[in-house]
């Protein structure tokens, strides 16, 4: 079985009963492996911020969930350690180096990031990259 790196979209449909979500809480209660870069703390953070801020949450509801997140079996790569990688990888791609750090992280493993990003997957799915992404809702299109 290839490497899976969840990103924050994919893990936010679990925290959040987004669509993608049954996938996603299926591979971590799973006995595999399954990796992140530390941006996806910080990302998942902020989601909960902004949910938060628009009363979709209370503020202890919002600290218990992040608290749950690090709690989570993640093995954590280090962000800074994917940055020159990353930012390759987004100069070639065009996206973001948030998203390219999730990329490089498993083009490093040689797996697949794990993505409920629909424009994410949609983007690589046509390059060389392709291989490194799985989309949440299943094939690209």
């Keep these: 079985m290839k490497p899976i790196v969840l990103d924050a979209s994919a893990l936010g449909a679990v925290l959040f009963q987004e669509p993608g979500a049954q996938r996603v809480r299926s591979l971590l209660v799973s006995r595999r492996t399954v990796s ?70 498993a083009v490093r493993l040689r797996g697949r990031v794990l ?13 060389p990259l392709k291989r490194y992404v799985a989309w949440t809702g299943g094939a690209t299109t």
């Design 115 to 127: 993505t409920s990003d629909r424009r994410l997957a949609n983007a690589l799915a046509g390059g």
């Design 36 to 105: 992140a870069p530390g941006l996806i703390y910080t990302e998942i953070g902020n989601v909960t911020w902004k949910r938060t801020r628009r009363g979709e949450l209370e503020p202890g509801e919002a600290v218990e969930l992040m608290q749950d997140v690090l709690r989570l079996p993640l093995s954590v790569t280090p962000t800074g350690d994917l940055c020159p990688d990353a930012l390759r990888l987004a100069l070639m791609t065009g996206r973001t180096v948030y998203d390219a750090i999730y990329l490089a992280l």
